[in-house]
């Protein structure tokens, strides 16, 4: 159980166009839902959370306008990076928490991420 | 400010061997600490957790972690060691709280020689 959905799984676009990614929680419903990123042998940074329903609360740092995020249903958040450019290029993780296990004991499922070129 | 710090980088062991992987941990309260693995170009697989009782935690894959209040340290470990396991392995630390994320350390790359 508790799995979580990424896609795509790689994607080259030219520099200055869009691109989405979707996070779907497949057997569960996923209230928050959170989006990291790795840039090669890194560790992963917290991007933003999202919560389904509302705005997405978006870690220092990390431009709200370039990296837009909807979480619109309980199964679904999507990230779209808008106008992207080289230095975007990274590896994005999406990750869920289970409805019914908001507090911090439980772990978190994650997708199985995206790599992203930016040409 | 909650942090986890992993203080190597990479870990070199030989197949059959025990193995560890060190963490070090920075919160405010009690913590909630977690182990997770990726295999290149994937996400992370959680291994195992500690919330609280026994401080010895056992988990996916043969693994296990020590959990040292006194030493702020939850320590990954396994007996002995699978060239399979090689990946990179994240120590990450959560607030007790609805609606937190994972902060993770740096991550440190454990590789398993035959």
Not at chain 1, 83 to 90: G, L, R
Not at chain 2, 65 to 90: R, W
Request: proline letters at 4%; glycine letters at 6%; one cysteine or more.
């Amino acid at each position: 159980g508790a799995v979580v959905s990424q896609h795509p799984s790689w994607v080259i676009c030219k520099s200055g166009t869009s691109v989405k990614i979707e996070c779907r929680s497949l057997d569960f419903q996923a209230t928050t839902m959170f989006w990291y990123r790795q840039f090669p042998k890194q560790s992963l940074m917290l991007m933003a959370t999202s919560n389904e329903g509302s705005k997405a609360t978006y870690e220092q740092g990390v431009e709200k306008d370039k990296f837009l995020i909807n979480h619109a249903s309980l199964t679904l958040s999507t990230l779209t990076v808008t106008s992207a450019h080289p230095e975007d290029s990274s590896f994005y993780i999406c990750s869920a928490s289970t409805r019914l296990a908001q507090s911090g004991n439980s772990p978190l499922h994650f997708g199985n991420g995206t790599r992203l070129t930016v040409t | 400010a909650q942090s986890v710090a992993q203080p190597e980088d990479q870990v070199n062991v030989a197949e059959g061997n025990p193995l560890t992987v060190k963490c070090t941990y920075s919160v405010s309260g009690n913590p909630y600490l977690f182990w997770y693995v990726q295999y290149p170009n994937r996400g992370l697989q959680f291994l195992l957790k500690y919330i609280t009782g026994d401080n010895l935690v056992k988990g996916s894959y043969g693994f296990e972690a020590e959990f040292n209040k006194s030493q702020t340290s939850f320590h990954l470990k396994k007996p002995s060691a699978l060239v399979s396991d090689s990946a990179l392995y994240f120590c990450a630390v959560r607030a007790n709280q609805a609606g937190t994320a994972l902060i993770f350390g740096k991550g440190t790359t454990l590789s398993v020689s035959s």
